[in-house]
């Protein structure tokens, strides 16, 4: 595996309660991707980084705020949680583009009662 | 949506067989990759072929694509038990500003012993 951590592996959270995902990476690459897996919809973007500081949105981005201050960590926040967010949450990376291959952490397990 | 769709959606095969999975995808691209994703784990990249080629192989896997169809088949030969995962094709689409790689649902392919 490339070098991607993704904490906490599980967590179960209350509904209303903020939630914050880490991704780590060691490959110094420049772009990094949360994307969210649940059945039926595959894995969908919900923020991209494309450097320190800069990010944008991907197509489920509602409910979710991301920062990146330092080249090897990108956050991902739930800010109020709902159920509809219980899913499993997938950090990527990419050196040189979006297009190009992407690496992939272990995933993070949310459930929000 | 812009995402790649796999077909078929499930897949069951003997070990030994060949499996054929195939996918479609809307507009011009600038290349098209295929993923593994075994239960619970994160992706794994598995091949990465470009638009201007045609065909590519790495190991037991063979990628073809047809940009006049907009549609790429991914085969694995001599199929094992261990080959049994969802697999993804990621479309990664052309034009400025196209960082991203677009998820289809994912064919679950199962190699019976």
């Known amino acids: 595996d490339a070098g991607i951590t993704q904490s906490p592996r599980h967590k179960v959270t209350e509904t209303g309660t903020p939630v914050t995902l880490r991704c780590h990476q060691t490959?110094?690459?420049?772009?990094m991707y949360w994307y969210r897996q649940d059945p039926g919809h595959g894995l969908r973007l919900i923020h991209y980084?494309?450097?320190?500081?800069?990010?944008d949105k991907g197509e489920v981005s509602d409910g979710y705020s991301v920062s990146r201050s330092k080249t090897e960590d990108f956050l991902l926040t739930l800010e109020s949680a709902t159920s509809s967010q219980t899913s499993v949450y997938f950090c990527?990376?990419?050196?040189?583009?979006?297009?190009?291959?992407?690496?992939f952490g272990p995933g993070t397990r949310l459930l929000v009662l | 949506s812009q995402q790649g769709e796999e077909d078929p959606q499930a897949l069951s095969i003997q070990e030994g067989e060949n499996a054929t999975m195939n996918c479609s995808y809307k507009?011009?691209?600038?290349?098209l990759q295929w993923y593994r994703q075994n239960s619970g784990r994160g992706l794994v990249h598995l091949i990465l072929?470009?638009?201007?080629?045609r065909e590519k192989h790495s190991g037991r896997l063979r990628v073809t694509l047809d940009t006049s169809k907009k549609s790429s088949s991914l085969l694995i030969t001599a199929s094992r038990a261990a080959d049994t995962a969802s697999y993804f094709c990621?479309?990664?689409?052309?034009?400025?500003?196209?960082?991203?790689?677009?998820f289809g649902k994912g064919t679950k392919l199962s190699v019976i012993p």
């Open positions: 507009t011009s691209i600038n290349n």
């Open positions: 990527a990376i990419s050196e040189t583009s979006g297009r190009e291959t992407q690496y």
């Open positions: 490959e110094n690459h420049r772009y």
């Open positions: 990621a479309p990664a689409y052309s034009g400025a500003g196209s960082y991203q790689l677009t």
């Open positions: 980084s494309y450097g320190v500081k800069d990010t």
């Open positions: 072929i470009r638009s201007n080629e």
